[in-house]
């Protein structure tokens, strides 16, 4: 089953257009592969749009390729999650993914 429980959701406005479950700078764009992020999109939006983000706690992100429950992981591209190779570690996978696309719960860090 996947839920996430977001202990903190904060707005941010939307400098291009994003889906939701992508991983998003404080800019309000997909944040830069390996990099930090400010949190995890909600909804989808577009430019200037103000898109709930979850910043704290768990939250369902879309995957950018397998992973197993427990792996660290960091940005891949168009704001996915996939396995830590040599980036920040963002989140830690609290379900399994089996393929890109993929919906999974991760706890944020």
């Given at each position: 089953m996947t839920q996430k429980i977001s202990i903190l959701t904060l707005a941010v406005t939307a400098s291009a257009a994003i889906e939701a479950e992508r991983a998003l700078s404080r800019a309000g764009a997909y944040a830069t592969a390996a990099g930090k992020i400010f949190g995890v999109s909600n909804t989808k939006g577009a430019i200037g749009d103000r898109v709930p983000?979850?910043?704290?706690?768990?939250?369902?992100?879309?995957?950018?390729?397998?992973?197993?429950?427990?792996?660290?992981?960091?940005?891949?591209?168009?704001?996915?999650?996939?396995?830590?190779?040599?980036?920040?570690?963002?989140?830690?996978?609290?379900?399994?993914?089996?393929?890109?696309?993929?919906?999974?719960?991760v706890l944020l860090k």
């Open positions: 983000t979850d910043v704290m706690g768990t939250t369902i992100v879309t995957a950018g390729g397998a992973f197993v429950d427990g792996d660290e992981l960091e940005v891949g591209t168009s704001g996915k999650l996939v396995k830590k190779a040599s980036g920040v570690v963002v989140a830690v996978a609290l379900q399994e993914s089996k393929a890109d696309g993929d919906r999974v719960e």
